[in-house]
């Protein structure tokens, strides 16, 4: 007759000192999984990413993505609040004005599907845990998300 060893209801669990995978696991700041954290961060833009870089000081995974979010969404609103106060400026010049105006008001208009396609996709490359960097600005984000 062998011995296997099997846990019973009234058994406890053993308990282990493994390290929970990286992806799964957290402790400080939010207490949401590491994916999650990071996928939030881009919820609101730079807001939900600054304060998800302030509250996860130890996990470079959610601080680079709300670096990336910061950075990202951060520059977008920037680029959009240029671009609107200068077709607006050149709104005031007859013609010439209005024509380069107009063309300033399109490209603010484009950077709305882009926008919003950007964040649907770093948010779900955020949840599946892929380090995924956006061109330009991911060096950035990954120097500020070192924890090093």
Do not use: C
């Amino acid at each position: 007759m062998s011995h296997e060893n099997h846990h019973t209801v009234d058994e406890p669990e053993p308990e282990t000192d493994a390290e929970p995978s990286a992806e799964t696991s957290h402790e400080p700041g939010t207490g949401l999984e590491s994916n999650v954290a990071a996928a939030v961060s881009y919820v609101l833009g730079p807001v939900t990413g600054i304060l998800l870089y302030v509250l996860e000081p130890e996990d470079e995974f959610v601080r680079l993505h709300a670096a990336q979010s910061t950075i990202v969404f951060g520059g977008l609103f920037v680029l959009s609040v240029g671009l609107s106060v200068a077709a607006t400026i050149l709104a005031l010049v007859p013609v010439v004005g209005w024509l380069a105006g107009l063309a300033l008001g399109a490209i603010g208009l484009l950077l709305v599907p882009v926008a919003v396609l950007a964040w649907l996709g770093l948010m779900y490359k955020a949840y599946t845990g892929e380090e995924y960097t956006v061109p330009l600005v991911g060096g950035y984000a990954r120097r500020y998300a070192s924890t090093a």
